[in-house]
């Protein structure tokens, strides 16, 4: 039975720098973690996914479906939403403005039930901020419901971010480095809450993360790129054991920092 | 209670005042500021909105009744609150700087005027034309129709564009409309160029109504219906869309929110409630001509509704009351009260007024005035005078 989501061969150049070279993916449930060096092609292979950049070669599916071509809102219509490493809220939008945002792709009215206002957009717009209220009481932001996005302290912006993302009842959720900046004890309550949701929406999860403690614990697959290659995929023991991952990520022994043989 | 009891007597007392003294421009601006005043008083709702209902319905036709010009005056504040709130689609929500946006109103009028006019018998041949005076009501639709059209056909070759570079391709579609309204009296004669369109058929009035009552309701009933569909779209998940891709285009796309369809759907909004107006202001006219679309105007559209506060509704209305009477009652009066002065032989200090070189003439510096007015408001109220929710926050950190 073929995965839920696959990648296969690709391959994204930017000019003459080649930051996706051939990379095949797949996941299935669970959480699949990327993880590789700055400038490794994680964000890149996540806006490849995404449409906000089209690949150069090779194909990615979801439920069967080929992506590739398709525009981002599309993509969202389908089941795939995400955050971004450097928080991209609606700033002067509130809490449950920006989660509402969230869920446009899941509104089937049209100008003239908006126009007309006629009691499937009255019934429809209420059940849309409860969801939303429910929502961010998902991802503990009960108390801020009205704040704008602006105003919320760093990692409320993170969990607000999920919030929104999950707003679009995605079955794949693509996230940038939600632990970047945060505590080590609020990036592990951010990842109990991730693992809540796999088990509650029946989600599956692709996590860009840094933190290596978080990786360790949280994954049930990791992928290392480097260089716009995949160089090591497995369960997370293995993957920190394998020979090359501890070179891309310490440079080659004896050979002093960084030092490398140009990928 | 207290409030409610001030609330009543500035309303009639200035109303009242206008009827003493139906020439004074500052007595009827006093008015206008009691409906500001009764807008913003602390009273319950019921009673604020009753109010501003017998101002509007009642005593403003009554005031027209002492001084036919200030229920002119009123129509066109009426004329172009629905522009402003048009553009405050445009600008204010989504965030696409329009700076061509009366040609769209151009669309809405040249479409009543063709057809309402024997002028569309030089096109079509025949004696057919003008339509029937009630066909004014069905060219309401088709001008809000056409300026829709016109609005998506603008926005497709401009959904890339930014900011500026959108801002100035707008602009330039403001003025291929004028050119084109000016220059197709050849090789068929569609517009009449320069010289314009007339007599414009004008509907028949319900009760044998005087024209200048006429249109007065009319424009308030489509202000009220533009200000309803504004407030419905505000408050729904396509005004949230808007207001999202103002925000961050690209965080939006990827939130699901189709971005061709939002733009598109913004000019079109926009721009029909501009056709509307349109069709109306043909009528009341009975005449036009591309002089009446000219960049001039599409910027003064833009000071309205910066001036009121982009994005906000009561804004956009304030905005856009302000800078009409401004240009028609309050520079006009004070070029003709300073003439007064010269012409009387006034001195001041020592200096006859009647010695001022014909170039410190005030009639001459309406512009400059209204321009001082516009910095000043930069500076100190930036935010516009009833601001967006929204903006206030943006401005306030």
Known sequence: MPSLFEARGVTKRFGGLTALHAVDFAVDRGIASIIGPNGAGKTTLFNVFTGLYAADEGSVTFRDRPLLGLRPDQITALGICRTFQNIRLFSNMTAIENVLVGMNSRITLGLWDVLSRNPGFRRTESELAARAVRLLQRVGLQASVNVVARNLPYGDRRRLELARALASEPALLLLDEPTAGMTQGEASALMHLLRGLVADLELAIILIEHNMRVVMEVSDRVTVLDHGEKIAEGPPREVQSNARVIEAYLGKRGAGPRARSGA | ?397
Not at chain 2, 10 to 33: D, E, K
Not at chain 2, 299 to 308: N, S, Y
Not at chain 2, 343 to 361: H, K, M, R, Y
Request: with cysteine; proline share 5%.
């Open chain 2, 1 to 397: 209670m207290i409030h409610s009891l001030i609330a009543v007597a500035v309303l009639a007392l200035s109303a009242f005042a206008v009827a003493t003294f139906p020439r004074s421009v500052l007595v009827f601006l006093l008015f206008q500021g009691s409906l500001l005043f009764v807008y913003k008083a602390r009273i319950p709702e019921r009673l604020r909105w009753g109010l501003l209902a017998i101002a509007l319905l009642v005593l403003m036709p009554a005031i027209g009744y002492f001084n036919s010009y200030y229920l002119e005056v009123a129509t066109q504040v009426g004329i172009f609150v629905a522009l402003a709130l048009g553009l405050n689609i445009v600008v204010g929500l989504a965030g696409l700087l329009d700076l061509g946006y009366v040609a769209f109103f151009a669309v809405g009028a040249y479409s009543w005027a063709i057809f309402g006019s024997p002028h569309a018998n030089i096109i079509f041949g025949g004696e057919g034309f003008p339509l029937a005076g009630w066909w004014f009501y069905v060219f309401l639709f088709v001008g809000l129709g056409t300026a829709a059209v016109t609005g998506i056909l603008l926005g497709l070759p401009v959904l890339r564009l930014h900011g500026d570079y959108l801002a100035i391709v707008t602009l330039g579609f403001g003025e291929v409309i004028r050119v084109l309204a000016n220059n197709l009296d050849k090789p068929i004669n569609l517009t009449n160029g320069p010289k314009g369109i007339t007599p414009i058929s004008r509907p028949p009035t319900p009760f044998g109504m005087p024209y200048g009552e006429y249109f007065y309701f009319l424009a308030l009933a489509i202000v009220i219906a533009v200000i309803i569909a504004n407030r419905r779209l505000e408050d729904s998940h396509i005004g949230r869309a808007w207001e999202a891709i103002r925000e961050d285009e690209l965080a939006a796309r990827s939130m699901g929110v189709p971005l061709v369809r939002m733009k598109l759907m913004a000019f079109a909004c926009g721009a029909s409630f501009a056709g509307v107006m349109g069709v109306l202001f043909s009528a009341k006219q009975v005449f036009i001509n591309p002089e009446s679309f000219t960049f001039l105007e599409s910027i003064g559209v833009l000071a309205m509704v910066i001036l009121g506060g982009m994005g906000s509704i009561p804004g956009a209305i304030v905005g856009a009351t302000v800078v009409t009477v401004l240009n028609l009652q309050v520079l006009k009066g004070f070029s003709l009260w300073l003439n007064e002065l010269k012409n009387a032989g006034v001195t001041i200090f020592g200096f006859s007024l009647a010695d001022l070189p014909t170039q410190f003439e005030p009639a001459k510096y309406e512009r400059m005035v209204f321009g001082i007015i516009l910095v000043l408001m930069m500076i100190f109220r930036p935010q516009g005078i009833f601001p967006a929710r929204r903006r206030q926050r943006e401005l306030a950190h």
